[in-house]
């Protein structure tokens, strides 16, 4: 209840009395808060690299949809020069 703050004000003035224990309450807090923080960052960083990921994906695709429309396009005698010219059989 403490960390989420469902923890009534009235419950703090009692526990005032008790320095011992406010201190470990505190510390139990801040601790939950870093926790928590951390875990949204995690959760935010996977959700990025799988957006990433698909989003390479897309591109990709994109990619290879433009060169498939585009080949019909191109002359042979052109396509035979630029084969030609990267040398790939050596």
Request: a positive charge.
């Amino acid at each position: 209840k403490i960390s989420l703050g469902m923890f009534s004000g009235s419950h703090y003035d009692m526990l005032m009395d008790y320095p011992a224990l406010m201190c470990a309450i505190f510390a139990y807090v801040v601790t939950t808060v870093i926790f928590m923080l951390n875990l949204l960052i995690a959760q935010l960083n996977c959700s990025y690299q799988a957006t990433y990921q698909d989003m390479v994906g897309f591109a990709r695709l994109n990619r290879g949809k433009i060169v498939t429309e585009t080949m019909p396009a191109v002359a042979k005698k052109r396509w035979e020069r630029f084969s030609g010219a990267l040398r790939l059989d050596e």
